[in-house]
């Protein structure tokens, strides 16, 4: 038997059935990716559709914002009169 025959042999036998399996490895992680991915993207659309309502929240909290800072110079100047 020839050199080349023992090679030719071996890589039918070891590195072949390797690459294969290791082939299997990357093919079964991307899916898992992919599964990812589709999940991520399927969450991002719903989330698109409950941002529409943003600007009315937004400016409900200027609004509150601007009562609150209005209270606290209220009340800072009371106790400042106290105080002072």
Not at 39 to 52: R, T
């Amino acid at each position: 038997m020839s050199i080349w025959a023992i090679f030719n042999i071996v890589l039918v036998v070891v590195i072949i059935p390797v690459l294969v399996w290791l082939l299997n490895v990357v093919l079964s992680a991307l899916e898992r990716i992919r599964g990812a991915a589709d999940d991520a993207l399927s969450g991002g659309v719903a989330l698109i559709g409950e941002l529409g309502t943003t600007p009315s929240l937004l400016e409900t909290t200027d609004e509150t914002i601007k009562e609150v800072a209005n209270g606290a110079v209220r009340y800072a100047g009371s106790v400042a009169k106290l105080l002072g």
